[in-house]
């Protein structure tokens, strides 16, 4: 019995051995790193792909190199950039490029900056950005709800179906099978003002949008990415 239970020992020793030979070649971010919110991480550009509403860059940290997806940007090859946090996902296929990626990490964006949220001076997008912003003021849709008062009384909601509406102010598309939808109506509390939207349908920047889904608190995708509120499966009311 003894000797069977070595032998096995042995064989699984030799599986995990030429499983990882498999992967030489190929170096990952590590996991405690993409869970990681708050550190800053330093990269190098080896190689920029355009995917459309994405960019894919390959990128050297210290040695260990890996694809990392972001939104589109113009990043120079050869260039140092900064980022905080990420999402490490396995086996991605990007319909744009026609590519599976083995993995990859999905961030927010990137920045020539170590600290973040800094913003170059004299960029003429900030002001107009921020004018948009404070020019939004959607009317609360019928049987629907601000978010000010949503957010107020969030756990009154949870795993309620709700009806929300507001503009369309970012979108991600084709993560994890689902597009990515933030809006804003103008309300806000305590700071928040943006809700994000899991949904199968296609909008763009700028549009007003009714939708109507489960809201969700707390959800945790791994990796450290972690919604505190989230309506999941939107459906477009017209």
Same mark, same amino acid.
């Given at each position: 019995?003894?000797?069977?239970?070595?032998?096995?020992?042995?064989?699984?020793?030799?599986?995990?051995?030429?499983?990882?030979?498999?992967?030489?070649?190929?170096?990952?971010?590590?996991?405690?790193?993409?869970?990681?919110?708050?550190? =800053?991480?330093?990269?190098?550009?080896?190689?920029?792909?355009?995917?459309?509403?994405?960019?894919?860059?390959?990128?050297?940290?210290?040695?260990?190199?890996?694809?990392?997806?972001?939104?589109?940007?113009?990043?120079?090859?050869?260039?140092?950039?900064?980022?905080?946090?990420?999402?490490?996902?396995?086996?991605?296929?990007?319909?744009?490029?026609?590519?599976?990626?083995?993995?990859?990490?999905?961030?927010?964006?990137?920045?020539?900056?170590?600290?973040?949220?800094?913003? &170059?001076?004299?960029?003429?997008? =900030?002001?107009?950005?921020?004018?948009?912003?404070?020019?939004?003021?959607?009317? !609360?849709?019928?049987?629907?709800?601000?978010?000010?008062?949503?957010?107020?009384? &969030?756990?009154?909601?949870?795993?309620?179906?709700?009806? =929300?509406?507001?503009?369309? =102010?970012?979108?991600?598309?084709?993560?994890?099978?689902?597009?990515?939808?933030?809006?804003?109506?103008?309300?806000?509390?305590?700071?928040?003002?943006?809700? !994000?939207?899991? !949904?199968?349908?296609?909008?763009?920047?700028?549009?007003?949008?009714?939708?109507?889904?489960?809201?969700?608190?707390?959800?945790?995708?791994?990796?450290?990415?972690?919604?505190?509120?989230?309506?999941?499966?939107?459906?477009?009311? &017209?």
């Amino acid at each position: 019995m003894k000797y069977q239970i070595k032998l096995l020992a042995v064989i699984f020793s030799v599986l995990v051995v030429f499983s990882c030979k498999e992967k030489e070649g190929y170096s990952k971010i590590e996991k405690k790193k993409t869970q990681s919110t708050s550190s =800053v991480q330093k990269i190098i550009v080896n190689e920029f792909l355009d995917g459309g509403s994405y960019a894919y860059i390959h990128v050297n940290e210290s040695g260990n190199k890996y694809w990392m997806a972001i939104p589109s940007m113009n990043v120079k090859v050869g260039e140092t950039y900064y980022y905080n946090g990420g999402m490490l996902m396995k086996d991605f296929e990007s319909k744009q490029l026609k590519r599976t990626f083995d993995f990859i990490t999905f961030v927010e964006g990137i920045r020539i900056t170590k600290q973040p949220n800094v913003i &170059k001076e004299g960029n003429p997008h =900030v002001k107009a950005d921020k004018v948009v912003e404070e020019m939004i003021k959607i009317e !609360t849709p019928k049987n629907g709800i601000s978010f000010e008062t949503l957010f107020k009384n &969030k756990e009154s909601y949870v795993n309620t179906s709700i009806i =929300v509406k507001g503009k369309v =102010v970012k979108v991600n598309n084709g993560i994890m099978e689902k597009n990515w939808v933030h809006i804003n109506d103008g309300t806000q509390f305590e700071g928040k003002k943006s809700l !994000t939207i899991t !949904t199968l349908e296609i909008v763009k920047v700028g549009d007003i949008v009714t939708f109507k889904g489960l809201l969700i608190l707390d959800k945790d995708f791994g990796q450290g990415y972690v919604y505190d509120i989230l309506v999941e499966d939107g459906e477009l009311i &017209k």
